[in-house]
Protein backbone atom coordinates (compact mmCIF):
# COMPACT_ATOMS: atom_id res chain seq x y z
CA UNK A 1 0.00 0.00 0.00
CA UNK A 2 0.86 3.50 -0.04
CA UNK A 3 2.20 5.03 2.50
CA UNK A 4 3.59 8.92 3.89
CA UNK A 5 5.11 8.92 7.67
CA UNK A 6 5.52 12.16 9.22
CA UNK A 7 5.77 12.80 12.99
CA UNK A 8 2.32 13.77 14.33
CA UNK A 9 3.48 16.86 16.65
CA UNK A 10 7.08 18.93 17.29
CA UNK A 11 7.62 21.75 19.59
CA UNK A 12 10.44 24.10 19.71
CA UNK A 13 11.79 27.16 20.32
CA UNK A 14 10.94 31.00 18.91
CA UNK A 15 14.20 32.06 16.83
CA UNK A 16 15.77 28.14 16.71
CA UNK A 17 15.77 25.58 13.55
CA UNK A 18 13.54 23.08 13.44
CA UNK A 19 13.69 20.24 11.21
CA UNK A 20 10.23 18.43 10.02
CA UNK A 21 11.08 14.66 8.34
CA UNK A 22 8.64 12.90 6.10
CA UNK A 23 9.16 9.58 4.55
CA UNK A 24 6.98 8.34 1.64
CA UNK A 25 6.16 4.62 -0.06
CA UNK A 26 4.08 4.95 -2.71
CA UNK A 27 3.34 3.69 -6.57
CA UNK A 28 5.82 6.23 -8.59
CA UNK A 29 6.51 9.35 -7.80
CA UNK A 30 5.34 12.63 -9.79
CA UNK A 31 6.44 15.24 -6.79
CA UNK A 32 6.70 16.08 -3.13
CA UNK A 33 4.34 18.79 -1.70
CA UNK A 34 4.21 20.70 1.68
CA UNK A 35 0.96 22.69 2.77
CA UNK A 36 0.87 24.32 6.15
CA UNK A 37 -2.49 24.64 8.00
CA UNK A 38 -3.23 27.26 10.82
CA UNK A 39 -5.60 25.81 13.22
CA UNK A 40 -9.36 26.39 11.62
CA UNK A 41 -7.95 27.66 8.62
CA UNK A 42 -7.41 26.76 4.83
CA UNK A 43 -4.17 24.55 4.16
CA UNK A 44 -1.64 26.87 1.62
CA UNK A 45 1.18 25.43 -0.67
CA UNK A 46 4.94 26.24 0.63
CA UNK A 47 6.64 23.92 -1.67
CA UNK A 48 7.15 21.68 -4.39
CA UNK A 49 10.03 19.20 -4.93
CA UNK A 50 10.59 16.62 -7.85
CA UNK A 51 14.34 16.55 -8.05
CA UNK A 52 16.81 15.70 -5.53
CA UNK A 53 18.21 18.41 -3.80
CA UNK A 54 17.39 21.59 -1.18
CA UNK A 55 14.92 24.51 -2.33
CA UNK A 56 14.96 27.57 -0.15
CA UNK A 57 12.53 29.77 -0.27
CA UNK A 58 13.24 32.59 2.52
CA UNK A 59 13.05 30.95 5.85
CA UNK A 60 11.41 27.85 4.46
CA UNK A 61 13.76 25.37 2.23
CA UNK A 62 12.55 21.78 1.66
CA UNK A 63 14.88 19.00 0.86
CA UNK A 64 14.08 15.88 -1.41
CA UNK A 65 15.72 12.44 -1.86
CA UNK A 66 14.23 10.40 -3.76
CA UNK A 67 16.58 6.96 -3.55
CA UNK A 68 15.74 7.29 0.12
CA UNK A 69 11.98 8.04 -0.32
CA UNK A 70 12.59 10.82 2.37
CA UNK A 71 12.20 14.77 2.26
CA UNK A 72 12.17 17.64 5.23
CA UNK A 73 10.79 20.96 5.67
CA UNK A 74 13.82 23.46 7.28
CA UNK A 75 12.04 26.09 9.18
CA UNK A 76 14.65 28.84 10.38
CA UNK A 77 14.27 32.07 12.96
CA UNK A 78 11.15 30.40 13.75
CA UNK A 79 8.28 32.88 14.61
CA UNK A 80 5.26 32.20 16.96
CA UNK A 81 2.93 32.51 14.03
CA UNK A 82 5.03 29.35 12.33
CA UNK A 83 2.98 27.28 14.90
CA UNK A 84 0.94 25.53 12.41
CA UNK A 85 0.09 21.68 10.93
CA UNK A 86 2.77 21.02 8.33
CA UNK A 87 1.16 18.60 5.86
CA UNK A 88 3.39 16.32 2.92
CA UNK A 89 2.22 15.04 0.40
CA UNK A 90 2.77 13.16 -2.67
CA UNK A 91 1.99 12.75 -6.01
CA UNK A 92 2.07 8.98 -7.64
CA UNK A 93 2.34 7.95 -11.22
CA UNK A 94 -1.07 8.20 -11.51
CA UNK A 95 -1.50 11.41 -10.39
CA UNK A 96 -3.13 11.23 -7.51
CA UNK A 97 -2.14 12.66 -3.90
CA UNK A 98 -1.52 10.50 -1.09
CA UNK A 99 -1.15 12.55 2.02
CA UNK A 100 0.42 12.39 5.37
CA UNK A 101 -1.62 13.04 8.66
CA UNK A 102 -0.04 16.01 8.98
CA UNK A 103 2.88 17.36 11.99
CA UNK A 104 1.49 20.36 14.66
CA UNK A 105 4.06 22.30 15.24
CA UNK A 106 4.28 24.19 18.82
CA UNK A 107 6.58 27.28 18.97
CA UNK A 108 7.47 28.17 22.28
CA UNK A 109 8.90 31.54 23.51
CA UNK B 1 -8.52 34.84 1.73
CA UNK B 2 -7.15 31.95 -0.58
CA UNK B 3 -9.66 32.65 -3.67
CA UNK B 4 -11.48 29.84 -2.82
CA UNK B 5 -14.47 30.59 -0.14
CA UNK B 6 -16.83 27.88 1.44
CA UNK B 7 -20.20 28.27 3.44
CA UNK B 8 -21.30 27.70 5.79
CA UNK B 9 -18.46 27.54 7.77
CA UNK B 10 -20.11 25.73 10.83
CA UNK B 11 -23.07 23.14 10.17
CA UNK B 12 -24.76 21.44 13.47
CA UNK B 13 -27.29 18.50 11.97
CA UNK B 14 -28.87 15.76 13.04
CA UNK B 15 -28.78 12.38 11.18
CA UNK B 16 -32.18 12.90 9.57
CA UNK B 17 -31.69 16.47 7.87
CA UNK B 18 -30.35 17.72 4.56
CA UNK B 19 -28.36 19.89 4.13
CA UNK B 20 -25.63 21.47 1.35
CA UNK B 21 -22.13 22.71 1.65
CA UNK B 22 -20.96 24.98 -1.41
CA UNK B 23 -17.97 26.15 -2.65
CA UNK B 24 -16.40 29.17 -4.78
CA UNK B 25 -13.15 29.71 -6.53
CA UNK B 26 -12.68 32.64 -8.47
CA UNK B 27 -9.02 31.62 -9.66
CA UNK B 28 -10.07 30.14 -13.06
CA UNK B 29 -9.44 27.25 -12.43
CA UNK B 30 -10.92 24.23 -14.14
CA UNK B 31 -10.44 21.42 -11.47
CA UNK B 32 -12.13 21.12 -7.83
CA UNK B 33 -11.93 18.69 -5.11
CA UNK B 34 -13.94 17.84 -2.18
CA UNK B 35 -11.74 16.47 0.74
CA UNK B 36 -12.61 15.35 4.20
CA UNK B 37 -10.32 16.06 7.32
CA UNK B 38 -10.43 14.14 10.13
CA UNK B 39 -8.14 14.77 13.60
CA UNK B 40 -5.01 13.37 13.04
CA UNK B 41 -5.99 11.52 9.64
CA UNK B 42 -4.88 12.13 6.34
CA UNK B 43 -6.86 14.33 4.09
CA UNK B 44 -9.64 12.09 2.16
CA UNK B 45 -10.14 12.56 -1.12
CA UNK B 46 -13.59 12.26 -1.81
CA UNK B 47 -14.26 13.83 -5.80
CA UNK B 48 -12.89 15.49 -8.22
CA UNK B 49 -14.12 17.44 -11.18
CA UNK B 50 -12.01 18.40 -13.82
CA UNK B 51 -14.20 20.97 -16.72
CA UNK B 52 -17.34 20.21 -14.75
CA UNK B 53 -17.27 16.37 -15.44
CA UNK B 54 -16.94 14.25 -12.12
CA UNK B 55 -13.65 12.20 -12.74
CA UNK B 56 -13.50 10.58 -9.28
CA UNK B 57 -15.30 9.22 -6.73
CA UNK B 58 -13.33 7.81 -3.87
CA UNK B 59 -16.16 5.02 -2.75
CA UNK B 60 -17.88 7.66 -0.81
CA UNK B 61 -20.79 6.86 0.78
CA UNK B 62 -24.09 7.52 -1.40
CA UNK B 63 -25.75 9.89 1.61
CA UNK B 64 -22.69 12.11 0.20
CA UNK B 65 -23.84 13.48 -3.10
CA UNK B 66 -22.01 16.23 -5.42
CA UNK B 67 -22.61 19.08 -7.40
CA UNK B 68 -20.62 21.18 -9.96
CA UNK B 69 -23.01 23.56 -12.05
CA UNK B 70 -20.13 24.97 -13.21
CA UNK B 71 -15.96 25.19 -12.92
CA UNK B 72 -16.47 28.05 -10.34
CA UNK B 73 -19.39 26.43 -8.28
CA UNK B 74 -18.91 23.22 -5.81
CA UNK B 75 -21.53 21.67 -3.73
CA UNK B 76 -21.88 18.85 -1.28
CA UNK B 77 -25.31 17.74 -0.83
CA UNK B 78 -25.98 16.13 2.74
CA UNK B 79 -28.60 13.26 4.23
CA UNK B 80 -28.99 11.10 6.28
CA UNK B 81 -25.65 11.11 8.01
CA UNK B 82 -23.93 9.46 10.81
CA UNK B 83 -21.80 10.79 13.93
CA UNK B 84 -18.68 9.42 12.33
CA UNK B 85 -19.48 12.19 9.00
CA UNK B 86 -18.41 14.52 11.80
CA UNK B 87 -15.45 16.52 9.88
CA UNK B 88 -13.91 19.16 8.65
CA UNK B 89 -14.76 19.58 4.92
CA UNK B 90 -12.52 21.31 2.64
CA UNK B 91 -12.70 22.28 -0.95
CA UNK B 92 -10.07 22.99 -3.07
CA UNK B 93 -9.04 23.99 -6.95
CA UNK B 94 -6.49 23.46 -9.65
CA UNK B 95 -5.37 24.53 -12.66
CA UNK B 96 -6.28 21.31 -13.99
CA UNK B 97 -6.62 18.08 -12.70
CA UNK B 98 -3.34 16.56 -14.22
CA UNK B 99 0.10 17.20 -14.41
CA UNK B 100 2.94 16.98 -11.69
CA UNK B 101 3.41 20.80 -10.42
CA UNK B 102 -0.58 20.67 -9.87
CA UNK B 103 -1.13 22.98 -7.04
CA UNK B 104 -4.31 22.84 -4.97
CA UNK B 105 -5.67 26.10 -3.33
CA UNK B 106 -7.81 25.21 -0.16
CA UNK B 107 -10.85 26.84 1.28
CA UNK B 108 -10.52 27.58 4.84
CA UNK B 109 -13.39 24.20 5.38
CA UNK B 110 -17.08 23.80 6.55
CA UNK B 111 -16.89 22.24 10.09
CA UNK B 112 -19.86 19.73 10.60
CA UNK B 113 -20.42 17.81 13.19
CA UNK B 114 -23.53 15.43 12.69
CA UNK B 115 -25.62 15.05 15.87
Known amino acids: GQNIDQPTEMTATEGAIVQINCTYQTSGFNGLFWYQQHA ?35 LKELQMKDSASYLCAVMDSNYQLIWGAGTKLIIKP | ETGVTQTPRHLVMGMTNKKSLKCEQHLGHNAMYWYKQSAKKPLELMFVYNFKEQ ?16 SSHLFLHLHTLQPEDSALYLCASSQSKDGGANVLTFGAGSRLTVL
Open chain 1, 40 to 74: GEAPTFLSYNVLDGLEEKGRFSSFLSRSKGYSYLL
Open chain 2, 55 to 70: TENNSVPSRFSPECPN
